[in-house]
């Protein structure tokens, strides 16, 4: 108790401006409106109005003239009519491609919520540093009370003393730094989000370091994986694609009209400009006879297959990718817990104990700040531990297609 007295009274000297306590569902709930996420918004918005657009027909067009012998006025227009297929096609096409866009879009998405998380992570590291290097700097400052007690008494040396200060002020440079440390992350956690990056984080609550899942279970799920949704959507896109490109060898049907307004040569139609004014209907064909259908649709087809591959890529690095992070997460964890269960309080217990015995004068400073200097590595060590198993978690789920920061 009087060690973290003493720590809040550290932290907050070092410290004026008080931290923002956020924890990772306060993180994830914010990645609703950071700017990298706000992106695919759009991205969707623009996917939908092309499926839209794609309905649309060939323009008409409208023609009008004069002519010096004949016709006073000769006015006429043209409707191609889209009878083959072409705007089915292309919205067919439209909607492939909106759905390829949405799920390349969840797939950024999942990739955002992964770098807050690992830079949430990140923040809780530093935190963890800042609490790990302050006790030991108030730890260190014990040490040295303890030996200037004993110089005064007679029992110690100067030299432990001189010893003992200077331990102590390495400890607080590297409590300092530490600090630091912890300002730079939270300034990373605070872009990702959007956030000002000046106002102070610091990461509240437990790190997830997940539980015990079983391999063939986490395999089988890699069939959802949105990467793999992502890579079938754009199969799909292709083939939509080549159905566009098919539907361009049959020709393209128009309706022509046209009126020749006073037509001065046919002098029997009547006295009248109305009377000696014609109208033509008529039917065109555009044929695509040079239009190199063929190649378009080989290419397309190419297309369609390197899809496919891309595919059959994105499969087999998913399964090993999964594989990896599931043994890496394996290690992180058992590493954690062994540093947890068995080095921890074993190192604990030794500082302790070489702490009393040189306040009874049964051993020297050296043995003391030793044991203190091992003790801060450990809980470095097991801080760095936490961190690295919450990180693998993350990046297994990242791996299996879950919900990236999820409890489990």
């Known amino acids: ?116 998380v690992l830079a949430w992570i990140a923040l809780a590291r530093a935190d963890g540093d800042v609490v790990a290097t302050s006790i030991a700097a108030q730890q260190s400052s014990e040490l040295e009370l303890i030996a200037k007690g004993r110089l005064t008494a007679g029992v110690g040396g100067e030299v432990d003393v001189t010893v003992a200060s200077a331990a102590r002020a390495r400890a607080e440079v590297a409590a300092a730094s530490a600090q630091r440390e912890e300002d730079a992350a939270s300034a990373q956690l605070a872009g990702v989000l959007g956030w000002d990056p000046a106002q102070p984080l610091r990461a509240d609550g437990a790190l997830v370091t997940g539980e015990s899942a079983d391999l063939d279970a986490l395999r089988a799920r890699l069939a959802n994986h949105p990467e793999r949704a992502a890579a079938l959507r754009r199969v799909e896109a292709s083939q939509a694609n080549l159905d566009v490109v ?80 599931y043994r890496t997460w394996q290690a992180a964890n058992e590493r954690l817990h062994s540093l947890e269960r068995d080095v921890g309080p074993a190192q604990e217990r030794a500082a302790a104990l070489s702490a009393q015995a040189f306040r009874e004068g049964a051993r020297d400073l050296a043995s003391a700040l030793q044991a203190e200097r091992d003790l801060a590595a450990v809980r470095a060590e097991i801080n760095n531990a936490r961190a690295d198993a919450a990180a693998a978690f993350a990046d297994l789920q990242l791996a299996v297609g879950d919900e990236v920061g999820r409890a489990k």
């Open 246 to 325: 098919l539907a361009q060898r049959w020709p393209s049907l128009a309706l022509e009209g046209e009126i020749a307004y006073d037509d001065r040569t046919a002098v029997e139609a009547g006295n009248t400009a109305w009377d000696r004014t014609d109208a033509m209907v008529g039917v065109a064909l555009e044929l695509p006879l040079f239009s190199h259908i063929g190649d378009k649709a080989r290419a397309a087809r190419a297309q369609e297959a390197a899809d496919r591959a891309r595919l059959a890529v994105t499969e087999t690095t998913l399964g090993a990718g999964m594989f990896a992070a």
């Open 1 to 116: 108790m009087r060690i973290c007295a003493l720590l809040v009274v550290f932290v907050g000297v070092a410290h004026a401006e008080p931290r923002r306590a956020v924890t990772l569902g306060d993180a994830l709930a914010a990645a609703k409106t950071a700017p990298a996420v706000m992106v695919g918004g759009h991205e969707i918005a623009a996917a939908d109005a092309q499926v839209d657009a794609a309905g649309a027909w060939p323009a008409p067009s409208v023609h009008v003239g004069t002519n010096r012998l004949t016709a006073r006025l000769v006015a006429g227009a043209t409707v191609p009519l889209p009878v083959f297929g072409t705007v089915g096609a292309a919205r067919r096409q439209a909607a492939a491609e909106a759905q390829a866009v949405r799920a390349e879009v969840d797939v950024a998405r999942r990739d955002v919520m992964h770098r807050i």
